[in-house]
């Protein structure tokens, strides 16, 4: 069941977007093998620029360099990377089924038919849609369809695990669940993974350490794996305080103010929900959002 | 009540005028093709005579035109759906004014291009007395009708999205066109297939101008028939032009809607 992830290194990775947003500031990050680590921040604050650098999909500005487990991949094009991708849309291919999705890269990869459908049902059993080979794309639900984006990115056994908003489109039940559910497992894949979200609580779960970003920089990069319940009351109270989501000085203040901060922690629920809109508000307007490419 | 059921007569009758119409000089024109003697009317005789003459004399234009139109077909896809595929990978004002450009063609009447078609080409006498001339007439004034139909596929389906998803997976740009982009746009390719062979097949103005009377297509061939053969021949052409064009559009509007289907499901 073990997957075999990549030490993820970035150095001075910059994003400049055509028309001079900068969406990103030269940013250094090293996710360790295994790890699970989440980007978390308000849109447009470049944490999928910064996952799309990892990916392939966007170069990073001149000086700046990505390397897994130290070779340095910055000029390998993103089907060279070996990498999975689970994206925000899902972007399944509706001209395949959804066994055919599974197996796309391992067709890809010529690997020999039997082994295929091998891997194939084992990543569907792993993500829970066993029978579902022969569906068409568009018969699913949108949980399925998460669960097949999930087994395809992992069914090549990739190096390091990208997801963008994996579970934003999905509505809030399910949401809960699934998120739940994906934690378990890729912690069971022991896999290298860093995925992108603006729900705090849902990095609090799934992640070993969070990195908080806001207008291309990270802010903080918090917590091992032990320990998260500093981190996530110290997150809440920058999440509520004044309702100013990410307090743009809290660096700067001495760690007496923060730890009482920290303490008055559980007054603060009630003033997450000032600041987070009812869920399933936000999942509205999340979902018409088109795909952003700063967010 | 009464009021609704007057409303009613009125709407049937001003439509079926409509229809009556648009469709009486077709059924006028293709009854007179099947006619013995137009000038003694129907009654006198049913004949298909006509319809063997037309064949006999007019084979050739009616081959030709089938071979340009499967030319025409393979030139467009060839140039037409990669074309669209670029432009579809590359949303951006460069874009926009290439696809104006390609289009350009249709706002020019098609007489106006061929003449600077014959200005161009007119002194290269091979080409010029080939049919090639008439496909080429053919390709610029049909290659739009592809591009758009594919491109509007591409813009339904994020088509980004979906090639970044595949390229993650290990897929190259080649593997990524053919097993993606391709498939996904097939509606949209069928659906420009059908309106090229269509256009081809009916073209007249450009091809007016640039055939030679041994490059003679369907249409010229029947204006040709109506200047110099017995009407009763030139209506029996039309015919024979119903019968091979009526497929094509049933099938457009087949594809058509299937195609519609398939955006909202």
Redesign the interface.
């Known amino acids: 069941m073990t997957e075999t992830g990549a030490a993820i290194t970035l150095t001075g990775c910059a994003k400049v977007f055509p028309g001079g947003t900068r969406a990103l500031h030269p940013t250094d990050l090293t996710v360790a093998q295994g790890e699970i680590l989440a980007l978390l921040g308000p849109s447009g604050c470049g944490k999928t620029t910064l996952l799309r650098i990892i990916a392939g999909l966007e170069a990073p500005e001149a000086g700046g360099s990505v390397a897994f487990d130290g070779q340095d991949v910055t000029d390998l094009p993103i089907e060279k990377r070996r990498i999975g991708m689970v994206f925000q849309s899902y972007a399944l291919f509706p001209n395949m089924t959804v066994g055919q999705n599974i197996g796309y890269a391992l067709r890809l990869a010529r690997r020999p038919a039997a082994k295929i459908a091998d891997r194939v049902a084992e990543v569907m059993q792993m993500c829970q849609i066993t029978g579902l080979a022969d569906r068409a794309i568009d018969a699913l639900s949108g949980g399925q369809r998460q669960r097949v984006a999930l087994a395809r990115a992992i069914a090549m056994r990739p190096r390091a695990l990208l997801l963008d908003e994996p579970l934003s489109a999905l509505d809030a039940a399910l949401r809960e669940s699934l998120r739940d559910e994906l934690a378990g497992l890729l912690r069971d894949l022991s896999i290298t993974a860093v995925f992108v979200t603006h729900d705090q609580s849902e990095a609090m779960a799934i992640a070993d350490r969070v990195a908080v970003m806001r207008d291309g920089n990270i802010l903080q990069i918090d917590a091992s794996a032990g320990d998260l319940c500093p981190t996530r009351r110290r997150l809440r109270c920058q999440f509520c305080r004044g309702c100013e989501p990410f307090g743009r000085n809290h660096r700067r203040r001495p760690p007496s103010t923060a730890r009482r901060r920290g303490a008055g922690a559980a007054g603060c629920d009630r003033d997450i929900r000032v600041f987070h809109p009812p869920r399933s508000v936000a999942d509205r307007s999340d979902r018409k959002r088109p795909v952003d490419r700063n967010g | 009540m009464r009021r609704n059921r007057v409303a009613f007569g009125l709407q049937l009758t001003v439509t079926l005028l409509a229809c009556g119409f648009l469709i009486v000089p077709a059924v006028l024109s293709v009854m007179a093709g099947v006619t013995a003697n137009y000038f003694k009317g129907i009654a006198h005789g049913v004949t298909l005579k006509w319809l063997f003459e037309v064949w006999e004399l007019y084979a050739d234009s009616i081959w030709l035109s089938l071979l340009i139109a499967g030319a025409c077909l393979i030139a467009t896809l060839i140039i037409g759906v990669p074309a669209a595929y670029v432009l579809a990978k590359n949303p951006g004002r460069t874009s926009r004014i290439i696809e104006e450009f390609v289009s350009l063609p249709l706002s020019i009447p098609g007489l106006a291009l061929a003449l600077a078609l014959l200005q161009l080409y007119g002194t290269w006498q091979g080409f010029r007395l080939s049919w090639w001339f008439i496909l080429v007439g053919h390709v610029l004034y049909t290659l739009p009708f592809m591009i758009r139909a594919v491109l509007a596929v591409f813009s339904v389906?994020?088509l980004k999205?979906?090639e970044?998803?595949?390229?993650?997976?290990?897929?190259?740009p080649w593997?990524r066109f053919r097993?993606?982009a391709l498939?996904?746009a097939?509606p949209g390719i069928l659906a420009g297939a059908l309106t090229v062979v269509t256009l081809s097949v009916g073209e007249f103005n450009l091809t007016w101008m640039l055939h030679t009377p041994a490059t003679k297509t369907l249409p010229v061939g029947l204006a040709d028939s109506y200047a110099s053969m017995r009407l009763e021949i030139a209506s029996a052409y039309t015919l024979v032009f119903f019968i091979m064009i009526l497929p094509l559009l049933i099938a457009m509007q087949i594809v058509a809607q299937k195609a519609q289907a398939k955006v909202r499901?």
């Open positions: 389906i994020d999205t979906l970044e998803s595949a390229a993650s997976l290990g897929a190259s593997r097993d993606i498939p996904n097939a499901p």
